[in-house]
């Protein structure tokens, strides 16, 4: 099995599930149950699966957000809307934000099957050391089609997400030096993007620069020879531990999944669903 094969699927239904971080739908229905507008209604609901949990293990979980900026939404959340409350928020999200998006492709034989296959893909994911997996494999199944495979979409991001702390640990990247090397590479963010979206100062930015530099991982061209490896090796860290369970399903059954995933892929881009200049960044960068 190619090395290759866990980043290419998950390329190939990450916008399934990253489409609700940008719909109008989210914040219809988080302001709906009491969070307040902005950035809450994303910290919230994606930490919600862990409980109610505090503004560090949140920013622990997601890594390259300045904490500071997280703590302007978590716990107040809490006090707001119960977690249980919040996942069921998002699952209606989901559910809504895909309906609108796919069209007649919702209740597709295609749909089924991918999800299907997602689904068959999740099971077995070991938890130990990837918190946030483990708080969204503790939910129910839904029974529908189409978020049956946007939640086997959800764990499979989130468990190589986890896999990716790893790595970036290994490699001795702070959050905000995860975020700054990601972005040199030319794959992730405008820097502009990611400073405001991340919620880091051109201060802060600036500081995790100076101290990539002294590493010799970056000069004032961007990234060094060893700052590239470095970051190919986090990649293929990466794909490494989210592998197993690609074998698991077969190399015929996950090209399956990357040609479906694909298609509906570009179907709900092509409906829409990002706002244009929207790159996609993995978690954690």
């Known amino acids: 099995m190619p090395t290759s094969l866990p980043g290419r699927a998950h390329r190939a239904i990450e916008s399934l599930h990253a489409l609700i971080y940008f719909c109008p739908e989210a914040e219809q229905q988080y302001t709906a149950i009491g969070l307040r507008p902005g950035r809450m209604g994303y910290f919230a609901s994606r930490s919600a699966p862990m409980g109610a949990v505090s503004a560090g293990v949140t920013a622990a979980t997601f890594y390259n957000f300045n904490p500071d900026t997280v703590a302007r939404a978590i716990p107040r959340a809490w006090t707001l809307a119960a977690p249980q409350d919040v996942v069921a928020a998002r699952f209606t999200v989901a559910d809504l934000a895909l309906r609108r998006l796919l069209g007649d492709a919702i209740g597709s034989p295609e749909l089924a099957e ?61 959050g905000v030096e995860a975020i700054v090397t990601h972005t040199a590479t030319g794959r992730g963010f405008l820097e502009a993007q990611a400073k405001l979206l991340r ?86 960068a």
Request: proline content about 4%; charged content about 25%.
């Open 114 to 174: 991918a999800g299907e296959l997602a689904r068959q893909a999740t099971l077995g994911l070991a938890p130990e050391g990837r918190a946030l997996f483990a708080g969204h494999a503790g939910l129910d199944w839904p029974d529908e089609p189409h978020l049956v495979l946007w939640h086997a979409a959800s764990l499979l991001r989130e468990f190589r997400g986890d896999g990716h702390l790893i790595a970036l640990q290994r490699a001795g990247l702070s």
């Open 199 to 284: 919620g880091w100062s051109d201060e802060q930015w600036a500081a995790a620069l100076d101290g990539l530099r002294s590493r010799g991982l970056m000069d004032a061209d961007g990234l060094t020879a060893e700052g590239v490896a470095l970051r190919e090796q986090v990649e293929a860290d990466t794909d490494r531990l989210d592998s197993a369970h690609w074998h698991r399903l077969g190399p015929e059954r996950t090209d399956r999944l990357i040609e479906l995933g694909k298609g509906l892929s570009r179907t709900v881009v092509a409906h829409g669903a990002f706002p244009a200049g929207v790159f996609a960044t993995p978690r954690g």
